[in-house]
Each structure stands twice: as C-alpha cells, then as structure tokens.
C-alpha cells in the first residue's frame, strides 16, 4: 500500500500573512508524522512564504497551476521553472475549476502535465465528473477520457510518483461527499486504466486521492477503502485544526 497523501488546496485564499501562519500550524501539527505525507498547495502569491516555513520539515509544497512554455512572452502566466524556483516539488493539473471556469482541457492537461514532469515537478492530476454526467451513467468512461488524456504526454518515466486526485464535481465545495462506495469504485477502475498504462506493480503504487466536501467527519471512513490513497481537501483545510485533523485520520485505532 502506497503512503497515504493528504494534500491541502487553498484555492484562491489567503494572503501571505494568513499563509504563512496557517503553514506554520501544519508544521507543527505534523511534527514526527509518520506513514503519511502532507502537501500544501498555496496561491501562487503565497509560495516563498510558505517554502520558507515549511523548509526542514516533512510537508511538501505545490503550485495550484502552471503553464507549460518556459519562458517568453505569456503574459500573467507562471512556468514550472518559477515553481520550482519558489520552492515547489508538486503542481495541480486539471483542477475542475480550471476546466469549468478557465477553459482548461484534456489538451491544455497533457501539456502541463508533460512540461511539470520535465521540470522536476509530481503532477498531481485531477479528474472527475459532473452530475450529469454521473446520472447519466458516464463517470467510469469520462474520467478513464481525462486520464488518458491528461497523460498523453507523459513519460512511463514519471508514473511512479504520478498522483492523481478523483473529484467528482458535484461533491467539490458542496458538503456532498461520495460515499466510499462510489470514491472506491472510481478508484479502482482508474487504477485498472494506470496498470493498462504502466503495468500492474506501477499502477498498484500510484497514489490516487480523493477530493470532493472532505471533511475530518467523513476522512475516515473515505480512507478505510483500499484504493483511496490520501485526500485532497479544498474547504476544509483552511482550517488548521481541521486538515490536522484529516492528516492524522484513524490514527486512534491505530489503523495505518
Ligand atoms: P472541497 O474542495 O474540499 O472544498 O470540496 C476540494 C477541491 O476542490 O480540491
């Protein structure tokens, strides 16, 4: 079983100051975790504050989008080179928000995905499907479309570290989390496409994230199913108790 990854995604939060303490928190919160790692993904203004507290610990830092050229006339837009100069080993690709809102497509992805391996970032890939999707019964095919497209690009090379995160839309930002039946079922049959991708042992090793109304209520449960490999928290990890808490989910009973 791959270490669980659970990784914040601020969005469009906080300022650099509000970064900085809530990173501080997580720091501290996560001093001598074990069996688990931890990710923050900061606005980009926030991004050498927060590398600044999070150096010598254990937490890794992540841009929430990048732009795949290396330079030049692009206006507004931050290579992966910036990323990695502002401290950053991991990026969010594909977000929904960005292909809802930003035109972002599986084009736009593989791209990225390819231009972020190149640099020395982990790609954390996002995937999922709307509601419409889903009642029309076409997440398993829409969201295999996204992963194959997302890496149309990509070196076998890179799958190792590959994460990937299922968020299905309608539970992002929502409070309707799937069930761990649902999240499980997605998770599998992304895993069955990785390993048709790779193979089987670099499939079985990619951690896969769920994403969508995480909440330190329903972390456990999501967590206990066996293709879910970590979490990726929106809403939620504002709060630092909270992601803290998400972060060492189950550790009572002792489970992982
Ligand atoms: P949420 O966001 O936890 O607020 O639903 C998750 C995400 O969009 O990554």
Known sequence: MPVPMLAANWKMNCLADESAELARSVVEGCAGLKGRDVLLAAPFTSLHVVARELAGSSVSLAAQDMFWEQSGAWTGEVSAEMIVDAGCSHVVIGHSERREHFG?????????????????????????????????????????????????????????????????????????????????????????????????????????????????????????CPNVNGALVGGASLKAEDFLRIVHHREQSGVI
């Open 104 to 224: 972002e497509t599986d084009y736009t992805v593989a791209r990225k995905v390819a231009a972020a391996h190149a640099a020395g970032l982990i790609p954390l890939l996002c995937v999922g499907e709307t509601l419409a999707q889903r009642e029309a019964g076409q997440t398993a095919e829409v969201v295999e479309r996204q992963l194959r497209g997302g890496l149309f690009e990509f070196e076998q090379a890179g799958f190792a570290s590959l994460l990937l995160a299922y968020e299905p839309v309608w539970a992002i930002g929502t409070g309707h989390t799937a069930s761990s039946e649902q999240a499980e079922e997605v998770h599998a049959g992304l895993r069955t496409v990785l390993a048709d991708m790779s193979d089987t042992d670099t499939a079985a090793g990619i951690r896969i994230l769920y994403g969508g109304s995480v909440k330190p209520d329903n972390v456990d449960e999501l967590m206990a």
